[in-house]
């Protein structure tokens, strides 16, 4: 049976009850994420795209700009803030009551970001790519979501080595919260980071654990959709990864999770009916 405590989030002074869990849309508006990349070529089809995720039920869309698949590109800031800011001026003129969250380390893209009207920062690294970003969250009050990653994209294939996976993470998450906290961040979301520094078997177990995260006192996010564990595991490809992906996110919604990153939302939203129908 899935548990899950009532848990808010402040978005733009809205109140988002997590006691339902919440499905946030992926827009990649980057030419080389592994699934995705490269679709969202012009303001129609990202606009397009946008307004299909919000009439199926997203809460959130979380616009990022930098790859973070493994072995990705690095880009400049000045590029990464040149691909963001006017996605999310264009949805927000279209949908100003949406959500967005930006997916980026970098405090000056999360800074313009919200500036431009972003209500949530997505940090792959929980502020330790860059010394700045937890002041600069805390400055925004803005709700911050913190994920488990060793290295950087470029580097974390190659950091796969724990003792016990589950315990590592739930150690990191309790530095990485309590530094957010000491910085002044009110509402911090904690994601293990599926897929990064992590080998499939480690994913897996990982998952099988994912109850534990409810320890740590804040609501937690799964971001499973279409990678590497699932397409490998059925000797698949991305594309062919939904049903794999609806099947562990219903795990995820089982285990206690309370937001799902999908790139396919309106499957995300059956899963969390269809759960909380259990009670």
Do not use: W
């Amino acid at each position: 049976m899935r548990e899950n405590s009532l848990m808010t989030l402040n978005c733009k002074g809205t109140l988002i009850d997590l006691s339902t869990p919440k499905v946030m849309g992926i827009l990649n508006v980057t030419p080389d994420s592994f699934y995705d990349g490269g679709t969202l070529k012009d303001d129609s089809a990202l606009l397009g795209q946008a307004e299909i995720m919000l009439r199926e039920g997203a809460t959130f869309l979380d616009v990022g700009g930098y790859s973070s698949r493994p072995g990705a590109i690095a880009i400049s800031v000045e590029e990464e803030l040149q691909r963001v800011l006017p996605a999310i001026q264009l949805i927000l003129r279209e949908f100003p009551d949406a959500l967005i969250s930006v997916d980026s380390f970098r405090s000056e893209v999360a800074l313009q970001s919200v500036e431009a009207g972003a209500a949530l920062v997505n940090d792959i690294s929980a502020g330790l790519l860059d010394e700045v970003m937890l002041p600069t969250v805390a400055k925004l009050q803005v709700p911050y979501v913190m994920m488990h990653m060793r290295g950087t994209p470029q580097t974390m294939k190659n950091l796969t080595d724990y003792e016990d996976v589950t315990l590592e993470v739930l150690r990191y998450f309790s530095e990485r919260i309590a530094a957010a906290r000491q910085a002044g961040i009110n509402d911090i979301i904690a994601d293990p980071g599926f897929g990064f520094a992590k080998t499939i078997t480690q994913n897996f177990e990982l998952l099988s654990k994912l109850e534990l995260f409810k320890n740590l006192n804040v609501p937690f996010l799964a971001g499973l959709s279409r990678k590497s564990m699932i397409y490998k595991t059925l000797n698949t490809t991305p594309h062919e990864a939904l049903n794999g992906t609806t099947v562990l996110n219903s795990i995820a919604l089982l285990k206690g999770a309370s937001i799902l990153r999908v790139h396919d939302v309106k499957e995300a939203v059956e899963c969390v009916r269809l759960v909380e129908r259990m009670g």
